[in-house]
C-alpha cells in the first residue's frame, strides 16, 4: 500500500479511535454502569464522576508509561545483560558500566560533553540576553528577533549542511569557498585549515551550530522576561542617575534571574541530547565524540544493547538534578 | 523611555548598529547556503557564494567544430566558428589540459596534427592548414574566462523534476509528509483529554500525575531508543510508519499535555460552572467550550510537534529505516549525501533548502503561535 494512503488511514483510524473511545467509555459509564436515575442516582453520579478523570487520562497514562516511564527501567536492566548470541539476556552485573569505563572513547566524550554542557548554554544564553536588550530598544526590534529566531525552525541536520559550507576547505593557492577560510586567508593565513578535523578546537566550531540554534529561543524567553520588568525600577535607577550598563546589569538582570536559570537547564538538557549535530560533521571522528553518539555508535554500529543501555543510563544520570529541580519548582508553583 | 535623563542618540546608534551586526552574523551562514542553491557546481567551485553577484573567472573545456564544416579558401583549409553561442571575455587559453594558459586571446597555437588555431577574446576561432583537416572531432581548446553572475533554477529542476537526479529526495519528502502528520495529529487528542482532566477534574493523585509529567519532559529520548525498539520488534511492528508515529506520539505527549493544561487551566472558571450547572456532561464541556477556546494552544503544540517531527533524524533512524531504503526521510538523505556527495555543494545546498523550506514556512507564518508555546512550555 501507498504510505501516503497508510498515513491518511492511519490519522483516521487514530482520530476516530480516540473520539470514539472517548464518546463511548463516557455513554458507558453514564448510562450502562452508573446511570444517573432510579433510587441511587445521586449516588451513581459521585461514583461516576470518580472514574471519569481516569477515562480522560487512560490513553495518555498508556502511552507515557509504555513510550516513557517503561523505557527507563528497562533500561537500567538491559545496562545490566547482555545479548546472547542465538537470543536471549544473560545477567552480567556491572560489567558493561566497567567496559565503557575502560574505553577511551567514552572518556573522550564525556569531557566534550562537559564541554559543551559549559559553553553552549552559557554562550546561547549571553547572546540571547544581548539580542533581547538590544532588539526591545529599537524600531525595527520585531524584524531582527525573528530573523535571529529563524535558525530555531531548521533541522540539526540542515544546519550541519549550511555550517560545513562556512567550513568548507579548498587546496591552497585557489579560490576558498568556505567564508571562514577565505576570512582566514584575507587576514593573512597561509594554508587554509579544515577546521573540523583540529582536534579539541573542532569541538567549539561544532558548539557554533548549537549556540547559532538556541540563542534565538533564549532571545523570546529573555526577552518576554524583560519586558515584564516593573518600569518604576528603572526609572527610579535613571533618576539615580544610573548608567544604561548598570541599569542593565544592576537592576534588570538580577529581576529575571529565574527566567535566565530556566533557559539556561532547558538549553541544558538540549545539548545533553545532541545527537544530529555531531552524526552529520564529524561522526565523532577527530576527537569530537559525544555521548548522545557514542550510544548510537554502541548500538547500531557494534550492536551491543548492553553497552548501549549503560551509555544511556548515563545520559539520564546527567538530566536527573534537572528533572527533579524541575519537578519541586513545578511542587512548589502548583500550591 | 530613553529621552528620560537625557539619553544621547550615540547610544541608539552604536545600538541599531549592534543589531544590525547580530542579524547580519545570524543570517550569514543561512544565506550563504541559499544563494549555493542558486549557482552551478562551477561557479559554486570557482568563487565563494558572496562573489556571485559579480563575474567570476572559470577555467571552460570547449571543442571547436570538426573537419566536416572546414571551407577551402584558397589553398588553406578553414575551420571557423564560436566556442559558445553567447560572448565570452577570455582571459587565456591553450589546447592541452596540461598547459590550459598557454596563449594568450589573438596568439597563434600550433596543432599537433599540423596547422593553426587563433581564440580570440570574445570567443570567435579560427583553424587555418594547408592540407584538409582529419579525424572525427574537433579541436579542444581550454578558456578561462570572465563569465558573468548568474543564478540558476537548474539544481532545483534536477532535484524536483526529473526521477535520476533527485538523488531520493523526492520519495523522501514525501515519506517526511507521511511521519509528520499523524505524528502531529494523533497526540493532540490524546493530550487535550488528559489536559482537561488534570486541569478542571478533582481525583486524588492529580498532583502527583502533573509532577511525573513535568519529570517526563525532560526524559532523553536515548534511554527509549533499545526498549521500545525491542518491543516493536517483538510485537510485530518493526520497523515501518506504525512504529515511528507511535513513537512520535509518545515522545510529544509530555509537552502536550503540558502545554495544554497549563493553559486549560487558565481558562475562566465561571464558564465552566456555568455549564456544569445548565447540565452538560464532561465530555459536552469539553468538546463544546475548552476545545475551541484552547485553540492558540493547540496551534502552538502542532507546531512544535510538526518542527520536532518533521526535523528528527534519531527517531527515523531507530523506528523507522530499514535496509529496503524505500522509507528514508530527508534529515537522513541528506546525511547520507553529505557522505556520498560531500563535495557537491551545488546538490547538498539544494537538498537541504528543499527540507528546510517546510519548517520556514511555518515559522514565518505561525510565528505567534510558536513564541506563544514556548513562554507556556519553559517551566517557570
Given at each position: 500500500?501507498?504510505?501516503?494512503?497508510?498515513?491518511?488511514?492511519?490519522?483516521?483510524?487514530?482520530?476516530?479511535?480516540?473520539?470514539?473511545?472517548?464518546?463511548?467509555?463516557?455513554?458507558?459509564?453514564?448510562?450502562?454502569?452508573?446511570?444517573?436515575?432510579?433510587?441511587?442516582?445521586?449516588?451513581?453520579?459521585?461514583?461516576?464522576?470518580?472514574?471519569?478523570?481516569?477515562?480522560?487520562?487512560?490513553?495518555?497514562?498508556?502511552?507515557?508509561?509504555?513510550?516513557?516511564?517503561?523505557?527507563?527501567?528497562?533500561?537500567?536492566?538491559?545496562?545490566?545483560?547482555?545479548?546472547?548470541?542465538?537470543?536471549?539476556?544473560?545477567?552480567?552485573?556491572?560489567?558493561?558500566?566497567?567496559?565503557?569505563?575502560?574505553?577511551?572513547?567514552?572518556?573522550?566524550a564525556i569531557r566534550n560533553n562537559m564541554l559543551w554542557l559549559i559553553v553552549?548554554?552559557?554562550?546561547?544564553?549571553?547572546?540571547?540576553?544581548?539580542?533581547?536588550?538590544?532588539?526591545?530598544?529599537?524600531?525595527?526590534?520585531?524584524?531582527?528577533?525573528?530573523?535571529?529566531?529563524?535558525?530555531?525552525?531548521?533541522?540539526?541536520?540542515?544546519?550541519?549542511?549550511?555550517?560545513?559550507?562556512?567550513?568548507?576547505?579548498?587546496?591552497?593557492?585557489?579560490?576558498?569557498?568556505?567564508?571562514?577560510?577565505?576570512?582566514?586567508?584575507?587576514?593573512?593565513?597561509?594554508?587554509?585549515?579544515?577546521?573540523?578535523?583540529?582536534?579539541?578546537?573542532?569541538n567549539?566550531?561544532?558548539?557554533?551550530?548549537?549556540?547559532?540554534?538556541?540563542?534565538?529561543?533564549?532571545?523570546?524567553?529573555?526577552?518576554?522576561?524583560?519586558?515584564?520588568?516593573?518600569?518604576?525600577?528603572?526609572?527610579?535607577?535613571?533618576?539615580?542617575?544610573?548608567?544604561?550598563?548598570?541599569?542593565?546589569?544592576?537592576?534588570?538582570?538580577?529581576?529575571?534571574?529565574?527566567?535566565?536559570?530556566?533557559?539556561?537547564?532547558?538549553?541544558?538538557?538540549?545539548v545533553?541530547?545532541?545527537?544530529?549535530?555531531?552524526?552529520?560533521?564529524?561522526?565523532?571522528?577527530?576527537?569530537?565524540?559525544v555521548l548522545?553518539?557514542?550510544?548510537?555508535?554502541?548500538?547500531?554500529?557494534?550492536?551491543?544493547?548492553?553497552?548501549?543501555?549503560?551509555?544511556?543510563?548515563?545520559?539520564?544520570?546527567l538530566?536527573?538534578?534537572?528533572?527533579?529541580?524541575?519537578?519541586?519548582?513545578?511542587?512548589?508553583?502548583?500550591? | 523611555?530613553?529621552?528620560?535623563?537625557?539619553?544621547?542618540?550615540?547610544?541608539?546608534?552604536?545600538?541599531?548598529?549592534?543589531?544590525?551586526?547580530?542579524?547580519?552574523?545570524?543570517?550569514?551562514?543561512?544565506?550563504?547556503?541559499?544563494?549555493?542553491?542558486?549557482?552551478?557546481?562551477?561557479?559554486?567551485?570557482?568563487?565563494?557564494?558572496?562573489?556571485?553577484?559579480?563575474?567570476?573567472?572559470?577555467?571552460?573545456?570547449?571543442?571547436?567544430?570538426?573537419?566536416?564544416?572546414?571551407?577551402?579558401?584558397?589553398?588553406?583549409?578553414?575551420?571557423?566558428?564560436?566556442?559558445?553561442?553567447?560572448?565570452?571575455?577570455?582571459?587565456?587559453?591553450?589546447?592541452?589540459?596540461?598547459?590550459?594558459?598557454?596563449?594568450?586571446?589573438?596568439?597563434?597555437?600550433?596543432?599537433?596534427?599540423?596547422?593553426?588555431?587563433?581564440?580570440?577574446?570574445?570567443?570567435?576561432?579560427?583553424?587555418?592548414?594547408?592540407?584538409?583537416?582529419?579525424?572525427?572531432?574537433?579541436?579542444?581548446?581550454?578558456?578561462?574566462?570572465?563569465?558573468?553572475?548568474?543564478?540558476?533554477?537548474?539544481?532545483?529542476?534536477?532535484?524536483?523534476?526529473?526521477?535520476?537526479?533527485?538523488?531520493?529526495?523526492?520519495?523522501?519528502?514525501?515519506?517526511?509528509?507521511?511521519?509528520?502528520?499523524?505524528?502531529?495529529?494523533?497526540?493532540?487528542?490524546?493530550?487535550?483529554?488528559?489536559?482537561?482532566?488534570?486541569?478542571?477534574?478533582?481525583?486524588?493523585?492529580?498532583?502527583?500525575?502533573?509532577?511525573?509529567?513535568?519529570?517526563?519532559?525532560?526524559?532523553?529520548?536515548?534511554?527509549?531508543?533499545?526498549?521500545?525498539?525491542?518491543?516493536?520488534?517483538?510485537?510485530?511492528?518493526?520497523?515501518?510508519?506504525?512504529?515511528?508515529?507511535?513513537?512520535?506520539?509518545?515522545?510529544?505527549?509530555?509537552?502536550?499535555?503540558?502545554?495544554?493544561?497549563?493553559?486549560?487551566?487558565?481558562?475562566?472558571?465561571?464558564?465552566?460552572?456555568?455549564?456544569?450547572?445548565?447540565?452538560?456532561?464532561?465530555?459536552?464541556?469539553?468538546?463544546?467550550?475548552?476545545?475551541?477556546?484552547?485553540?492558540?494552544?493547540?496551534?502552538?503544540?502542532?507546531?512544535?510537534?510538526?518542527?520536532?517531527?518533521?526535523?528528527?533524524?534519531?527517531?527515523?533512524?531507530?523506528?523507522?529505516?530499514?535496509?529496503?531504503?524505500?522509507?528514508?526521510?530527508?534529515?537522513?538523505?541528506?546525511?547520507?549525501?553529505?557522505?556520498?556527495?560531500?563535495?557537491?555543494?551545488?546538490?547538498?545546498?539544494?537538498?537541504?533548502?528543499?527540507?528546510?523550506?517546510?519548517?520556514?514556512?511555518?515559522?514565518?507564518?505561525?510565528?505567534?503561535?510558536?513564541?506563544?508555546?514556548?513562554?507556556?512550555?519553559?517551566?517557570?
Amino acid at each position: 500500500m501507498h504510505p501516503a494512503l497508510l498515513g491518511l488511514i492511519t490519522i483516521t483510524i487514530g482520530v476516530s479511535s480516540c473520539v470514539g473511545y472517548f464518546y463511548l467509555s463516557n455513554l458507558f459509564l453514564d448510562k450502562v454502569l452508573f446511570p444517573a436515575r432510579g433510587p441511587n442516582a445521586g449516588r451513581n453520579i459521585n461514583r461516576a464522576n470518580l472514574i471519569r478523570p481516569w477515562l480522560f487520562l487512560f490513553p495518555a497514562l498508556f502511552a507515557l508509561g509504555l513510550y516513557l516511564a517503561y523505557p527507563v527501567v528497562e533500561t537500567l536492566r538491559l545496562s545490566l545483560t547482555e545479548r546472547v548470541p542465538g537470543g536471549g539476556y544473560r545477567w552480567v552485573g556491572l560489567d558493561n558500566y566497567g567496559q565503557m569505563l575502560s574505553e577511551p572513547k567514552f572518556w573522550e566524550a564525556i569531557r566534550n560533553n562537559m564541554l559543551w554542557l559549559i559553553v553552549v548554554p552559557a554562550m546561547s544564553t549571553a547572546f540571547g540576553l544581548l539580542a533581547a536588550q538590544l532588539t526591545d530598544r529599537i524600531k525595527w526590534g520585531n524584524i531582527a528577533k525573528s530573523l535571529i529566531f529563524m535558525p530555531m525552525a531548521i533541522s540539526f541536520v540542515g544546519a550541519s549542511v549550511i555550517w560545513k559550507l562556512v567550513y568548507d576547505a579548498r587546496p591552497a593557492g585557489t579560490d576558498q569557498i568556505g567564508v571562514l577560510n577565505a576570512l582566514y586567508i584575507w587576514f593573512g593565513g597561509t594554508e587554509p585549515n579544515t577546521w573540523l578535523t583540529i582536534p579539541f578546537w573542532n569541538n567549539f566550531f561544532l558548539m557554533v551550530v548549537l549556540i547559532w540554534i538556541q540563542t534565538g529561543f533564549a532571545m523570546v524567553i529573555l526577552s518576554a522576561a524583560l519586558r515584564g520588568i516593573p518600569e518604576e525600577t528603572i526609572e527610579a535607577a535613571i533618576v539615580d542617575g544610573a548608567s544604561p550598563l548598570q541599569i542593565f546589569f544592576k537592576i534588570k538582570v538580577p529581576q529575571i534571574k529565574t527566567t535566565i536559570l530556566v533557559v539556561w537547564t532547558t538549553i541544558t538538557i538540549t545539548v545533553l541530547k545532541v545527537f544530529d549535530i555531531v552524526f552529520a560533521m564529524t561522526n565523532g571522528q577527530w576527537e569530537t565524540q559525544v555521548l548522545a553518539n557514542y550510544m548510537y555508535d554502541k548500538l547500531f554500529r557494534a550492536n551491543d544493547w548492553g553497552g548501549g543501555s549503560a551509555a544511556a543510563m548515563v545520559i539520564m544520570l546527567l538530566v536527573m538534578p534537572i528533572l527533579v529541580w524541575n519537578v519541586r519548582n513545578a511542587r512548589r508553583e502548583m500550591r | 523611555m530613553d529621552n528620560i535623563a537625557g539619553t544621547k542618540s550615540t547610544l541608539s546608534w552604536v545600538v541599531n548598529i549592534s543589531v544590525v551586526v547580530l542579524v547580519v552574523l545570524w543570517l550569514f551562514p543561512t544565506v550563504g547556503l541559499l544563494i549555493s542553491s542558486f549557482r552551478t557546481a562551477d561557479q559554486i567551485a570557482a568563487s565563494g557564494w558572496w562573489k556571485a553577484p559579480f563575474a567570476t573567472e572559470q577555467n571552460l573545456k570547449l571543442r571547436a567544430a570538426g573537419p566536416e564544416v572546414q571551407v577551402q579558401q584558397g589553398d588553406l583549409y578553414v575551420i571557423e566558428g564560436r566556442l559558445a553561442e553567447e560572448d565570452l571575455d577570455i582571459s587565456v587559453w591553450g589546447i592541452s589540459s596540461r598547459a590550459i594558459d598557454a596563449y594568450q586571446p589573438g596568439e597563434v597555437a600550433e596543432l599537433k596534427k599540423g596547422g593553426t588555431i587563433t581564440v580570440n577574446a570574445d570567443g570567435s576561432y579560427r583553424a587555418e592548414n594547408t592540407e584538409e583537416f582529419t579525424g572525427k572531432r574537433g579541436q579542444r581548446i581550454f578558456v578561462t574566462a570572465l563569465t558573468p553572475a548568474e543564478l540558476t533554477l537548474e539544481n532545483y529542476q534536477n532535484m524536483l523534476l526529473s526521477e535520476e537526479t533527485s538523488d531520493g529526495m523526492v520519495k523522501a519528502f514525501f515519506n517526511t509528509l507521511t511521519v509528520t502528520i499523524p505524528a502531529t495529529v494523533i497526540p493532540i487528542l490524546i493530550a487535550a483529554f488528559a489536559a482537561y482532566a488534570l486541569a478542571w477534574m478533582d481525583f486524588p493523585g492529580r498532583a502527583i500525575l502533573i509532577a511525573v509529567i513535568v519529570g517526563l519532559l525532560v526524559v532523553p529520548l536515548q534511554l527509549a531508543l533499545i526498549p521500545l525498539l525491542k518491543l516493536h520488534l517483538g510485537i510485530g511492528i518493526g520497523k515501518g510508519y506504525l512504529g515511528v508515529w507511535l513513537a512520535h506520539t509518545g515522545f510529544g505527549l509530555p509537552l502536550a499535555i503540558y502545554l495544554l493544561r497549563n493553559y486549560m487551566a487558565g481558562l475562566p472558571r465561571d464558564i465552566i460552572e456555568n455549564a456544569r450547572v445548565d447540565g452538560a456532561s464532561d465530555f459536552q464541556i469539553f468538546t463544546r467550550i475548552i476545545l475551541p477556546l484552547s485553540f492558540p494552544a493547540l496551534a502552538s503544540f502542532a507546531i512544535f510537534q510538526f518542527l520536532w517531527t518533521w526535523n528528527d533524524l534519531l527517531v527515523a533512524k531507530v523506528f523507522l529505516i530499514d535496509s529496503s531504503g524505500q522509507t528514508t526521510v530527508m534529515t537522513n538523505q541528506i546525511v547520507e549525501l553529505l557522505g556520498t556527495r560531500g563535495g557537491n555543494w551545488e546538490i547538498l545546498a539544494t537538498a537541504a533548502f528543499v527540507s528546510i523550506s517546510v519548517p520556514l514556512l511555518v515559522f514565518f507564518t505561525m510565528q505567534k503561535y510558536l513564541v506563544r508555546g514556548l513562554l507556556a512550555g519553559s517551566v517557570k
